[in-house]
């Protein structure tokens, strides 16, 4: 069966959340609110793509038409506290559209069009799947939107702030080996680099040999917030090739490893952190980084017999 980055991120992360969230199907306590803002930000960006290469018209117009109509039903599915954080909400989708299309939009509009030619494939989503097969796994990654940049297709992925704690900073050049092979636990950041991995076979599928293919996340930040309203926003970008110069063999090999481990329905973090060679980290890394913020805590045995024990 296909396995999205998504769920490789989470298993990396601990496979019983894997377990408690891709197989058993719970919810556990959601992050909605960011979660609605950041498909906003897609639906309303693709949007104003599409309308542009329907109808010719800014790319930017479109957006903030998609914003507007949306609005009603962004605030009916988000948990808003009172009317001055809904506004608030507007005023920093709006400001990032704004930082958005005047720093990439124009440019991306057109790499967006050769990539239409190149891949003769939906380039636009928000949420376009690409699949390949890495080491006989079958396996995918969600993209935004494909355009030709420079020698290379480039898959985007529009994110928000919390950016930040997924994707790796170029120091981090060497972060699935520090995570894989030398015991740090950084699951989100080697999470990004897993898609990236996959999101360059896949791309690989609708070009000649000689041109690059790579995954890139742009985000959209807010930068100022007066008490007037006014918000300002940048947008920062990271190109992820930099991170799978030296590590496409290890990322290949975790790939197949927790394929292998998913479908023999192994969950138990324990046994795949502690008694596994693959990773050279601990379970207590998971307790220390991880159980605390996460979603299936109360309902979590590992988690629920640590506690017990830190309590003796
Ligand atoms: S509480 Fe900890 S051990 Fe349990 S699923 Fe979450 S991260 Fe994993």
Redesign the pocket.
């Known amino acids: 069966m296909r396995k999205a980055a998504d769920e490789l991120t989470t298993y990396l992360?601990?496979p019983?959340?894997y377990e408690?969230k891709h197989v058993l199907e719970l919810t556990g306590e959601t992050q909605q609110n960011r979660d609605a803002f950041r498909k906003l930000l897609r639906e309303v960006i693709c949007t104003g793509y599409n309308t542009a290469r329907q109808t010719d018209r800014e790319p930017r117009k479109g957006a903030h038409e998609a914003l507007e109509s949306l609005w009603k039903s962004y605030v009916e599915t988000a948990d808003h506290h009172s009317r001055r954080q809904e506004s608030t909400e507007k005023a920093r989708a709006e400001a990032g559209l704004e930082a958005y299309f005047e720093t990439v939009g124009p440019t991306h509009l057109d790499g967006i069009e050769r990539a239409a030619e190149l891949c003769e494939r939906s380039v636009v989503g928000p949420d376009l799947t690409l699949s390949t097969t890495i080491q006989e796994t079958q396996v995918s990654v969600t993209v935004d939107y494909i355009m030709a940049h420079g020698g290379s297709l480039v898959a985007v992925r529009l994110t928000d702030q919390l950016w930040a704690s997924r994707v790796p900073y170029a120091s981090d050049s060497e972060i699935a080996q520090e995570h894989l092979e030398q015991g740090l636990y950084a699951p989100q950041k080697v999470g990004t680099v897993i898609g990236a991995r996959i999101a360059e076979q896949a791309l690989g599928e609708y070009v000649a040999d000689g041109t690059g293919t790579e995954l890139m996340y742009l985000s959209v930040l807010e930068e100022t917030f007066e008490t007037d309203g006014d918000c300002e926003a940048v947008t920062d970008q990271q190109r992820m090739g930099e991170f799978l110069t030296e590590s496409r063999q290890t990322i290949d090999d975790a790939i197949v490893w927790m394929a292998e481990n998913i479908a023999a329905g192994n969950y138990d973090?324990v046994d795949v952190f502690d008694e596994q060679s693959h990773w050279d980290g601990s379970f207590e890394q998971?307790?220390e980084n991880?159980?605390q913020y996460?979603p299936?805590?109360v309902g979590?045995q590992?988690?629920i017999r640590r506690e017990v024990m830190f309590n003796v």
């Open positions: 992360g601990c019983r959340k408690f973090p998971v307790v991880s159980c996460c299936y805590a979590c590992e988690a």
